[in-house]
């Protein structure tokens, strides 16, 4: 019988250690525009002060599971529906601008079903459609954000 993989670190460490990877991703990120004043906030104070606070949260969650060790370790197979739904959401925000809101919200659709075992190819592709229309009619004909449905369309 093969034996499971474990990672050496548990799930509450890999958390704090995420929190704190994006709080300093979007800090640093957030300087890049005018932070300003308590009195006379500019267009990045509340994303920077945001990204404090992150870093805080993830420091308090990775110092609370190295002084309390739980059992719970990250065993491989858990990595796999994080990773399909991170490209997924990566492969998304690449290609939204260039094939237009509709094939995105497919391709999305269709890249996040790694994350689960289970594959219907036919209930899969109905549902990256519909929520396909529902999106373009919603965030582009509703509330009128200016995103391509179909680059190459002219809409």
């Known amino acids: 019988m093969p034996t499971k993989r474990v990672l050496p670190i548990n799930r509450d460490a890999a958390a704090g250690i995420l929190f704190i990877a994006i709080g300093i991703f ?3 990120y957030s300087i890049c525009y005018q932070i300003g004043t308590l009195l006379r906030m ?9 990204s404090i606070l992150v870093v805080l949260l993830g420091l308090i969650i990775l110092i609370r599971a190295i002084f309390v060790p739980r059992l719970h370790e990250i065993s ?11 490209i997924s959401i990566l492969a998304f925000a690449a290609m939204v ?7 995105s919200i497919i391709t999305l659709v ?4 790694f994350a689960a075992k289970p594959f219907n190819a036919g209930r899969t592709l109905t ?11 919603l965030f582009v004909h ?13 809409n």
């Open 26 to 28: 979007f800090g640093i």
């Open 42 to 50: 500019g267009p990045g104070f509340f994303p920077f002060v945001l």
């Open 76 to 86: 491989v197979g858990t990595v796999r529906p994080v990773l399909a739904i991170s």
């Open 97 to 103: 601008n260039y094939i237009g809101l509709f094939v």
């Open 110 to 113: 269709l890249l996040s079903r």
């Open 127 to 137: 549902l990256g459609v519909v929520l396909a229309i529902a999106c373009s009619v």
């Open 142 to 154: 509703l509330i009128g954000i200016p995103i391509r449905v179909f680059p190459y369309l002219g």
